[in-house]
Nanobody
Framework: QVVESGGGSVQTGGSLRLSCLVH????????MAWFRKAPGKDREGVAAIASDGTIDLEDSVKDRFSISRDNEQKTASLEMNNLKPEDTGTYYC??????????????????????WGQGTQVSVSA
């Protein structure tokens, strides 16, 4: 089971920290990622972090978002700063397994992520 938390409503320029808790025996060798779905748009990948800490960030958020993980606590976090109205949407945590601890599938391949949470809502007002 994958459970997200930390969503909410903020004004432009505000910050939020999303958390993802994974109820599995381990998250080692699992890539953990965040996706989002904005109203009227397809879901898109935002950030991914491999088991060894290798990070991939989508270009539009590189200067504003950061991703981290704690393998012992089986959590991943998405720190979002300088939020914009276009960041509004439902944010999902997702995982996939790979024996290479430095590997994550591309953020454009959500079909390859096997486990998903129910999502947490982020609303950014102008």
């Amino acid at each position: 089971q994958v459970v997200e938390s930390g969503g909410g409503s903020v004004q432009t320029g505000g910050s939020l920290r999303l958390s993802c808790l994974v109820h599995r025996s381990t998250v080692r060798n699992y890539c953990m990622a965040w996706f989002r779905k904005a109203p009227g748009k397809d879901r898109e990948g935002v950030a991914a972090i491999a088991s060894d800490g290798t990070i991939d960030l989508e270009d539009s958020v590189k200067d504003r978002f950061s991703i981290s993980r704690d393998n012992e606590q089986k959590t991943a976090s998405l720190e979002m700063n300088n939020l914009k109205p276009e960041d509004t949407g439902t944010y999902y945590c997702a995982l996939h397994y790979n024996p290479d601890p430095s590997f994550c599938y591309s953020l454009t391949r959500e079909d390859l992520f096997s486990w998903w949470g129910q999502g947490t809502q982020v609303s950014v007002s102008a």
